[in-house]
């Protein structure tokens, strides 16, 4: 049978339809990989766009329930710093040593108050726990309230944990959810807090399955376009059966 299609697959006829086959594979092959490099891009579109900084306006209002989308967005907020509710978090360790980090409210233009951590410290008698006055532009990683230890019991002006629900009511003013984990700041202050990395897991934007089955239906299509000339040889290179003749039939004498 092997030689048979082989011969087969020789002759014009099927030479022309196998050139056929092969711009066939080609072209789904492709349009497979276009739609494949589509999808890369569209993910690369939208992560681009995911990891952009938005305003702090665009985060749920005071007395809100955070987006799960914002968290771990970079966010970028412009305000005043409220220095006499600032906070010392305390037992944060950064680089081996144990410090506090620096919570400050800063204070948006519709009155409204985000947490800022400003970073590590070693104690509060440091330099640059005192926060810079005037107006700040910053941008930090947006991340909810921690929620261990919510009911200890704390010195003013320090707290065992950050959470912008519960230092609103400490500071008696309407407080956005969560807090911004400070990446930098204009005008910079000197000196200032090591600034130390957020934690929170950033979310991935979702796979685009649509485009991601638009390519792999090419693929198919390629795979069935050599299915297809293969059986449809096989079928062709098999032995013609000879017709029955009805008239070679032996009658038996009685």
Known sequence: MGSRMLRLAL?????????????????????????WERTQDILAAERAAQGAPISVTELAAPGLEINGPDIGRQIVATGTYVAEDQVAVSNRVYRDAVGIWVVTPLQLDDGSLIAVNR????????????????????????????????????????????SGTALGSRWQVPTRAGYLNLVSQSPAADPAPSPVPATVQTSDVPFPLQNFGYAFQWWIFALFVVFAYVRWLRLDARPKSEPEDRDSTTVSSS
């Open 11 to 35: 002759t014009p006829r099927w030479i022309a339809l196998g050139i056929l086959a092969i711009a066939l594979i080609a072209g789904c092959v492709l349009l497979g990989r276009w739609q």
């Open 119 to 162: 970073g590590w410290l070693p104690d509060s008698a440091a330099a640059g726990f005192t926060p810079p006055t005037g107006q700040v532009t910053v941008r930090g990683t947006y991340v909810p309230d921690e929620s261990f230890y919510a009911d200890a019991q704390t010195d003013e002006g320090a707290v065992v944990a950050i």
